[in-house]
Each structure stands twice: as C-alpha cells, then as structure tokens.
C-alpha cells in the first residue's frame, strides 16, 4: 500500500469512526513520571492530530492517578503512554477506581525486537506506522460505548 | 465499560457535582449524532434551573501571551479562595484533517489536579451546533454541577472571540507589552469586546515596557466611546509568574460584576444573550434540517456541477435548492 493510500485509508476510518459515535477518536498523551522528552510528547500529539484524532496532552511527569483523572475529565477513548512499564500497570488501576476501565491504554513508541514480547500486555502503535494506527482505530470502534 | 446514561442519569450525576457523569454530560453536547444532540437538549432543558449563578468570565489573547499560565495562576489562587473553578477552553481545529491538539495542559500542572477544578477543551470541528453553542451548553453544565466561576478560553483570532464574548458577563483580554512601541498591531474589535485589559509578563526587565504600554492602551481607549456610563475599561498590568497583580485583575472582575449587578446591567445583558442564543438555535436548525433533507441532498452534486460549468445561475441554483426544502417538510 502506498504512502497516500494509507493515509487515506485511516482518514476513512476516522470518518466512519466520526459517522458512527459523533465524534472523532480523542487521544490524551500523556507522559508518566520518569517519562523523558517533551518533545516526543509533542511529536506522537501531531502524528495523530494530523491522523485526524483529537489530542490532549498531559503536564509532564503526570502520576497514573493525575492522568486517569484528565482522562476521565476530558471523555477520551484512549491514553497513549511515551513509555510502558509499571505507569501502564498502575494507570490500568486508576483508571478502574475511576469506573473508566474501558479507556483504552496504548504505549506510543516504535516496536523494537526486544520490546516485543515483554512486559505487560499494552499494544505499542507507532504512530507514523499507519498499519499500526489502522488497528488502533479498529479495536477502538469495537470497544467504544456508542453513548 | 461504563454503563449507558439515561436522562435521569445525567442530570442526576451532574446536579450531585459527579465528575465522571459531568464529563460525559460534556461529550453528549460535544456529539454530532442527532440523538445525541436530542439528548444534550433534554439535560439542558433539566438541568438550567440549577445554572446560572457562576461569574462568567472570558479570557482571550494571542498565542504566546502567557494565557495558559495566566489561568493556572489565577485558578489556584480561586480554588485556594473557597471557588470551584472551571475552564473551557475553545480551540480551533489546527489541522486539514479534521484532528486537532486540543487542551495543552502542560502548563496548568497544578490546576488540571486541584479537586476544585474542571479543565474541558472543547474540539470546535465537525459538529452540528456552532461551537458558541456548545460551549455555552457546557457552561450550564458545568454551574449546574456546582462551579461558580466558569473561565472561557479563546484564542485572539478570527470569530471565536466575538462568539465567547456573547456568552460571558465579562470578557478579559490579555496583551503584552508590545515589540513596537505604536497602537499600530492593536485591533480595534479587541478593544471593543474588552471589559478588562490586563498586560501580561510585566516582570522582570519587562515592568518599564509594560507601564509604557498601559499608557499606550489607556490613550487608545480614551478616544473611544464607553459602551456604559457604568463602567470604563481598565488597563491593569500583571505577572502570571510571579503573580503580581492577579488578585487586582481579579477585583477588577468583582467590581464590574457588583456595579453591573446594581444597575441591573447584569441581568439585562444575559437577557439579551438567552435571545441571541434561541436565534442561533433557530438558525442552527434551520440549516440543519436543509442540509438534512434527502431531496436536498440529492440535487445538491448536479447544482454543483451546474453552477461549476456556468449552466445555471448561482441565485438560480439556490432558489431551486431552497425550494425543495419549502415542499417536502420533514418530520420534526
């Protein structure tokens, strides 16, 4: 598939996606404590926005209960995390005390041999990897209450 | 996965202050869908009885004058006072996507936490109503649940300032000591909508310049008429970092909130704007329903083309348009 295929592709998602619940798929990324680079923060919130989500972004070095809070307060489908480990695990829980456990979590980074494979279960997406972002926008159609 | 909400719901969840149920009281209003719409309008119709008694408050400026670090100073210093505070921010879509970067919390670290408060950006693309509309729908939301200062964020360009001004009892513009020293970059619809003005990062190296630009500002303002015998627009300095002056800004807004509630100002003007906002109802709806209707939507490529290839007329083309929406009524 080409480059603009792709592209056109995920904006047909975005479209039905936006047909069907009434809004685009919105996306907080959020950065846990120890998280490093403001910058990629910036970087994976253009990706999507350009990919036609809607993106808020957290204050740096959020704890997992501040940024379930946000995601909480802002409705979102989806926390996209810069980095995995034990944030992913803790947000999972907070997000749960919150009764938010259907927001999704994804790790925002580019797949690399050794990440696969480890770890908890969070789907990594690669935002510029429009393979992975079409599967993303699947599994949030699939999981998104219609209210 | 959290259950679906009835109407019951929602306006239970919002009137018991229920974050979680006033966020997707938001979402409802925020929708596209149609029985979404028709259910945000029955939650509003609930749920206005138990509104209207925040200060609201408009807040605009150009990107880079400090808006966002402004909010969370002032905010913090609300919450701090005893308020509930919430903040809805209007953002224009940024992209040709139709996406956006919506609230960028990075710089209300300490706000976007405090139990006190509520921070919504509002995406402003791809919904029925105008975003005046659904902002103002969230306004009520959000003092129904119990804020009682609602800060409406707008960026200095284009419409959307003048469409938070027609929404807020006062509306706060943030400048900053310029780059040159003339009135030449001030835009006099800035200073038409602002009931206060108040100059940013006067910190620092910048306090002189700051003191020059008050001086600049209130030489402008002079020359213009008062809008109201009540009240002349002050032009105050202030520093979001170090927070000198905020509390002055903020009296400033109690005072123009206490002289306007005297003279009857203040109920006069939310008056005119419950008007203003039934006629942008009608005018949504109008549109909506034209825009809606199967015969329109059906002639609507080949007028296109037509009106394209110069065959008909554009007056022409829009009579016949018009016309089919006069014939077939839909069902209300």
């Known amino acids: 598939m080409s480059f603009s295929a792709e592209t056109d592709q995920i904006q047909r998602e975005i479209d039905a996606f936006f047909q069907a619940r009434g809004r685009r798929p919105r996306l907080l990324i959020g950065m846990p404590v120890g998280g490093n680079g403001r910058r990629r923060m910036n970087e994976a919130a253009t990706r999507f926005a350009r990919h036609g989500f809607d993106v808020d972004i957290s204050p740096a070095h959020a704890a997992p209960r501040q940024l379930a ?3 909480m307060e802002n409705d979102v489908h989806l926390v996209g995390l810069l980095s995995d480990g034990d944030a992913a695990i803790e947000l999972t829980g907070a997000l749960g005390d919150l009764s938010r456990g259907d927001i999704g979590i994804i790790v925002c980074a580019r797949r690399t041999p050794e990440a696969d494979g480890n770890g908890p279960e969070i789907p990594r997406i690669d935002p510029d990897d429009a393979d992975d972002v079409l599967r993303l926008l699947k599994e949030v159609m699939t999981t998104c209450p219609k209210n | 996965m959290p259950k679906k909400l009835t109407l019951q719901d929602h306006v239970a969840g919002v009137l018991s202050h229920n974050r979680q149920v006033t966020a997707r009281t938001i979402t409802m209003i925020e929708s596209a869908l149609p029985a979404h719409r028709r259910m945000a309008q029955a939650i509003i119709n609930d749920i206005i009885p138990h509104a209207g008694k925040a200060i609201r408050v408009g807040i605009s400026g150009v990107p880079g004058v400090g808006k966002s670090t402004f909010i969370e100073t002032l905010g913090m210093m609300l919450v701090e006072k005893g308020h509930q505070v919430a903040v809805l921010a209007v953002d224009p879509s940024s992209s040709r996507s139709g996406g956006s970067i919506l609230g960028d919390k990075t710089r209300m670290e300490k706000l976007s936490l405090h139990p006190n408060a509520f921070i919504r950006p509002s995406p402003s693309s791809g919904t029925l109503g105008g975003v005046a509309q659904r902002t103002r729908e969230t306004m009520i939301v959000c003092e129904a649940a119990g804020y009682d200062v609602v800060l409406v964020e707008t960026v200095g360009v284009g419409q959307s300032e ?18 040159g020293d003339d009135l030449q970059g001030i835009k006099k619809g800035i200073l038409e909508i602002a009931d206060v003005i108040a ?17 600049d500002y209130e030489n402008a303002l002079s020359l213009m008429n008062p809008e109201t015998p009540t009240w002349s627009v002050p032009v105050l300095t202030c520093s979001a970092k170090t927070m000198d002056g905020i509390e ?24 005119r704007q419950d008007v203003a906002w039934m006629r942008s109802l009608v005018e949504q709806e109008l549109k909506d329903r034209f825009f809606n209707n199967p015969d329109v939507k059906q002639r609507w490529p080949e007028m296109v083309r037509a009106v394209e290839n110069g065959t008909i007329s554009p007056t022409l083309a829009a009579e016949k348009l018009l016309s089919l929406e006069c014939e077939v009524r839909p069902s209300p």
């Open chain 1, 69 to 71: 809070r946000m995601a």
């Open chain 2, 162 to 179: 003048t469409a938070v001004a027609s929404m807020v009892d006062l509306f706060l513009v943030l400048m900053l000591a310029g780059a």
């Open chain 2, 199 to 215: 100059i940013n990062k006067a910190d620092g190296d910048n306090i002189e310049r700051a003191q020059a630009a008050k001086k």
């Open chain 2, 248 to 271: 002055d800004v903020w009296n400033r807004i109690l005072d123009h909130r206490r002289k306007f509630m005297e003279t009857g100002e203040l109920a006069e003007t939310r008056r």
